[in-house]
């Protein structure tokens, strides 16, 4: 089980990667939200604060849940091959970040 102390680091670590990517790169709207918020699990999960969302919200609510398949509790019984992944990865990487951020 994970710590409440090990949650809180991971929730601190989303929001400052959220606030470098934000400044330093050109990912939409809809990515940032998925690195800010899915961890957010009362608001895309349960459906909390929906009375306090406008129609913007409502559109990166729905990245989130899309998103939410693919987050870093989601494991298949094989290894990843790196290197097949690598050439993708790199092409995301430099279409969305500079060569150097400032961390």
């Not at 690195?35 to 909390?48: K, L």
């Not at 969302?53 to 989130?64: C, E």
């Not at 094989?78 to 969305?96: A, D, G, H, M, V």
């Amino acid at each position: 089980m994970i710590s409440r102390f090990s949650m809180s680091c991971a929730k601190k670590l989303l929001q400052y990667l959220y606030n470098v990517f934000k400044h330093q790169s050109s990912l939409p709207r809809e990515a940032l939200a998925m690195i800010r918020y899915h961890s957010f699990y009362p608001w895309h999960r349960e459906g909390a604060y929906r009375h306090l969302m406008n129609d913007k919200d409502g559109q990166l609510l729905s990245a989130v849940q899309a998103f939410n398949i693919y987050d870093s509790y989601s494991k298949y019984d094989e290894p990843c091959n790196i290197e097949k992944l690598r050439p993708y990865y790199q092409t995301l990487i430099s279409k969305f970040f500079p060569s150097e951020l400032d961390w």
